[in-house]
T-cell receptor, first 112, second 109 residues
Framework: DGGITQSPKYLFRKEGQNVTLSCEQN?????MYWYRQDPGQGLRLIYY???????QKGDIAEGYSVSREKKESFPLTVTSAQKNPTAFYLC???????????FGSGTRLTIV | SQQGEEDPQALSIQEGENATMNCSYK?????LQWYRQNSGRGLVHLIL?????REKHSGRLRVTLDTSKKSSSLLITASRAADTASYFC?????????FGDGTTLTVKP
């Protein structure tokens, strides 16, 4: 079955450490996205990529970095520069254009 | 970026009743999508309506779009306890739109 896989489901890190969240899709979608969701709130766009080796900042890119070396993979690194990284992170992919998103099941990151 | 704003913030109904939630947006669109999110999970795509469509049905879901008012509504008929979730709208293009805070629907058995 085609889908989008995020791992791990839960992640705990100490303050000041960088951490990388994994996102893999086998839907052959060109576009991939990272969103952050805080409790009771909507999704805010961190980064997106419409094609391999290219990506753009979203609304809240500061303190985050991404890479898109393969079509299937779009990892997100939460750096120590992100002041409040504890949140629920959602990865999504899209055929692009007018097809909407397919979401992963999310990674809950907690900084201890 | 364009933001969809859902209204009301919260909605509580009895099983079997209908639930209506609304979405407003700011600029012209090619399509609008509705998503459902169960607690602690990812979003699930429910339905997409294009700008040249006024109404679309999918099972117990009915979506309307009024481009002159820049608004859409999602109607869930004969609601079930399993419909309890948050509902979000999003506009195109992907990567250029953000999601509002959603409507949290609670369906009481």
């Amino acid at each position: 079955d085609g889908g989008i896989t995020q791992s791990p489901k839960y992640l705990f890190r100490k303050e000041g450490q960088n951490v990388t969240l994994s996102c893999e899709q086998n839907l052959n979608h060109d576009a991939m996205y990272w969103y952050r969701q805080d409790p009771g709130q909507g999704l805010r766009l961190i980064y997106y990529s419409q094609i391999v080796n290219d990506f753009q900042k979203g609304d809240i890119a500061e303190g985050y970095s991404v890479s898109r070396e393969k079509k299937e993979s779009f990892p997100l690194t939460v750096t120590s520069a992100q002041k409040n990284p504890t949140a629920f992170y959602l990865c999504a992919s899209s055929k692009g254009g007018s097809y909407g998103y397919t979401f992963g099941s999310g990674t809950r990151l907690t900084i201890v | 970026s364009q933001q969809g704003e859902e209204d009301p913030q919260a909605l509580s109904i009895q099983e079997g009743e209908n639930a209506t939630m609304n979405c407003s947006y700011k600029t012209s669109i090619n399509n609008l999508q509705w998503y459902r999110q169960n607690s602690g999970r990812g979003l699930v795509h429910l339905i997409l309506i294009r700008s040249n469509e006024r109404e679309k049905h999918s099972g117990r879901l009915r979506v309307t779009l009024d481009t002159s008012k820049k608004s859409s509504s999602l109607l869930i008929t004969a609601s079930r306890a399993a419909d309890t979730a948050s509902y979000f709208c999003a506009t195109d293009p992907p990567g250029k739109s953000t999601f509002g805070d959603g409507t949290t629907l609670t369906v009481k058995p």
